[in-house]
């Protein structure tokens, strides 16, 4: 019933039921299908704390060792921001050599932007002999497109498709639009469009889009949405994005006449916002937030935090507000983008040393992902945001991932590990963060 649940979308009701299944205990227990499915359940809701919750209940039953299991813990953690945890599991079931591991862990790392550490397990993974499926590709494309390894992306391309058989899908064609647009190689972008043997979709010209506006070529741009919108007329990215692209070249005429033929077909933009979970209450923010009732509170830290990062040599990044402004205001708006406000309160309310986890539904811009270095910097403390394409770790003013790889124990000592010992595993130097939290505060 669980499983049914959770695979028709009724998260609530396999939660109310695994929980009834605990206060119910000793029986029946819980197994490696009920644990999988809930941990599938956490990764929905992005929350670190149930899922810690679930892999202790894991441990203490002795499913946390499974491939399904270990799966869904990969997963789980690499939603929730914790890569560390991720790599630890991964440790435990790569060698039974499960083709959805690697994959899982590949995927996790690209997201994370350890795009070199994903393609170092990716030939780890053909070296031994597990062979990759389409989904394993799509992985290891965007691992090339985030560390900018174009030649290598071609590479995986044409050893996907000779090598190991494996026909393109929309997907690869996407991937690879991305890689070679972010590398800002636009006309071979165009071409890889005009020589694909299907239609491209709306996700391909999407890629291309913005990689025009990263790279500012309006023209292209033009071309691009023009033929997303004929796939998808009232797609609010589309329309954003152009305007946006000829704001950027200071073409305000054209920005203002793409916003109003998007106000007079009634198409509404995506709002960004932001949240954050504190004590087990989700905080949610929109940019210049006026309805939070720390609204005030919230505001006063952020100035205060604005004048200590630009005293560090922070430099807002005005041109990213592609209106036609006063400096002021634009420095106004880019200091209350959702992400800020989110990690202004969470330096409120929580305390000092502990990691802020930060939700966003669309992308990081880059003056927020500038700044957020330096708060890392003036607050000591790690700080992640996951946005709509991927994860960005922030620690003492840089990049917040650990220089620690991946490290393949020998098969024999996770194939024969007994329980006590895979406990002391996890807490072997303070290493893991999972408690042994009781089955009676999970049915609470």
């Given at each position: 019933?669980?499983?049914?649940?959770?695979?028709?979308?009724?998260?609530?009701?396999?939660?109310?039921?695994?929980?009834?299944?605990?206060?119910?205990?000793?029986?029946?227990?819980?197994?490696?299908?009920?644990?999988?499915?809930?941990?599938?359940?956490?990764?929905?809701?992005?929350?670190?704390?149930?899922?810690?919750?679930?892999?202790?209940?894991?441990?203490?039953?002795?499913?946390?060792?499974?491939?399904?299991?270990?799966?869904?813990?990969?997963?789980?953690?690499?939603?929730?921001?914790?890569?560390?945890?991720?790599?630890?599991?991964?440790?435990?079931?790569?060698?039974?050599?499960?083709?959805?591991?690697?994959?899982?862990?590949?995927?996790?790392?690209?997201?994370?932007?350890?795009?070199?550490?994903?393609?170092?397990?990716?030939?780890?993974?053909?070296?031994?002999?597990?062979?990759?499926?389409?989904?394993?590709?799509?992985?290891?494309?965007?691992?090339?497109?985030?560390?900018?390894?174009?030649?290598?992306?071609?590479?995986?391309?044409?050893?996907?498709?000779?090598?190991?058989?494996?026909?393109?899908?929309?997907?690869?064609?996407?991937?690879?639009?991305?890689?070679?647009?972010?590398?800002?190689?636009?006309?071979?972008?165009?071409?890889?469009?005009?020589?694909?043997?299907?239609?491209?979709?709306?996700i391909a010209w999407g890629s291309l889009l913005a990689s025009?506006?990263?790279?500012?070529?309006?023209?292209?741009?033009?071309?691009?949405?023009?033929?997303?919108?004929?796939?998808?007329?009232?797609?609010?990215?589309?329309?954003?994005?152009?305007?946006?692209?000829?704001?950027?070249?200071?073409?305000?005429?054209?920005?203002?006449?793409?916003?109003?033929?998007?106000?007079?077909?009634?198409?509404?933009?995506?709002?960004?916002?932001?949240?954050?979970?504190?004590?087990?209450?989700?905080?949610?923010?929109?940019?210049?937030?006026?309805?939070?009732?720390?609204?005030?509170?919230?505001?006063?830290?952020?100035?205060?935090?604005?004048?200590?990062?630009?005293?560090?040599?922070?430099?807002?990044?005005?041109?990213?507000?592609?209106?036609?402004?006063?400096?002021?205001?634009?420095?106004?708006?880019?200091?209350?983008?959702?992400?800020?406000?989110?990690?202004?309160?969470?330096?409120?309310?929580?305390?000092?040393?502990?990691?802020?986890?930060?939700?966003?539904?669309?992308?990081?811009?880059?003056?927020?992902?500038?700044?957020?270095?330096?708060?890392?910097?003036?607050?000591?403390?790690?700080?992640?945001?996951?946005?709509?394409?991927?994860?960005?770790?922030?620690?003492?003013?840089?990049?917040?991932?650990?220089?620690?790889?991946?490290?393949?124990a020998p098969s024999d000592t996770v194939q024969y590990m007994g329980m006590d010992h895979l406990?002391?595993?996890?807490?072997?130097?303070?290493?893991?963060?999972?408690?042994?939290?009781?089955?009676?505060?999970?049915?609470?």
């Amino acid at each position: 019933m669980i499983v049914g649940y959770v695979q028709n979308g009724l998260n609530d009701d396999a939660v109310a039921l695994y929980r009834l299944m605990l206060r119910e205990g000793p029986r029946p227990k819980p197994n490696s299908y009920t644990l999988a499915a809930m941990l599938s359940v956490s990764s929905s809701f992005a929350s670190l704390d149930h899922g810690r919750q679930i892999h202790a209940v894991a441990i203490r039953s002795g499913a946390a060792p499974s491939v399904s299991v270990g799966n869904t813990l990969i997963t789980m953690y690499s939603k929730a921001g914790s890569i560390d945890n991720e790599r630890r599991v991964f440790n435990l079931v790569c060698w039974y050599r499960d083709t959805v591991s690697w994959t899982s862990m590949i995927i996790a790392l690209a997201q994370h932007g350890l795009g070199e550490e994903a393609i170092e397990l990716f030939e780890k993974m053909l070296t031994f002999g597990i062979n990759p499926d389409h989904i394993t590709y799509v992985g290891i494309l965007c691992a090339c497109t985030h560390v900018g390894l174009v030649e290598k992306g071609w590479n995986y391309y044409n050893m996907m498709q000779n090598i190991h058989k494996i026909e393109p899908t929309p997907g690869h064609y996407a991937s690879m639009i991305d890689l070679l647009g972010r590398a800002g190689l636009l006309q071979e972008a165009q071409d890889f469009i005009k020589n694909m043997p299907i239609e491209p979709d709306v996700i391909a010209w999407g890629s291309l889009l913005a990689s025009c506006k990263v790279h500012k070529n309006a023209e292209l741009a033009k071309i691009a949405a023009e033929r997303l919108l004929l796939i998808e007329p009232n797609n609010s990215g589309a329309f954003s994005a152009l305007a946006n692209a000829y704001s950027a070249y200071g073409r305000w005429e054209e920005a203002a006449k793409i916003r109003k033929s998007m106000k007079d077909k009634g198409v509404k933009k995506d709002q960004g916002f932001s949240w954050l979970q504190i004590r087990g209450e989700v905080h949610v923010f929109g940019v210049e937030d006026a309805l939070h009732p720390q609204r005030d509170a919230i505001f006063a830290m952020m100035a205060k935090i604005w004048i200590k990062i630009k005293k560090m040599g922070f430099v807002p990044e005005t041109a990213a507000v592609l209106h036609d402004l006063d400096e002021e205001v634009k420095e106004q708006i880019l200091r209350h983008h959702s992400e800020k406000l989110a990690i202004a309160f969470g330096l409120m309310n929580t305390p000092e040393n502990t990691t802020l986890r930060i939700m966003k539904n669309l992308r990081v811009c880059n003056d927020c992902h500038t700044a957020i270095k330096f708060i890392s910097k003036l607050v000591g403390r790690e700080i992640i945001v996951r946005d709509a394409t991927r994860f960005h770790h922030f620690k003492n003013g840089g990049n917040g991932h650990s220089e620690q790889f991946l490290k393949v124990a020998p098969s024999d000592t996770v194939q024969y590990m007994g329980m006590d010992h895979l406990a002391s595993l996890w807490y072997q130097g303070g290493l893991f963060e999972v408690n042994f939290i009781s089955e009676q505060r999970l049915a609470m």
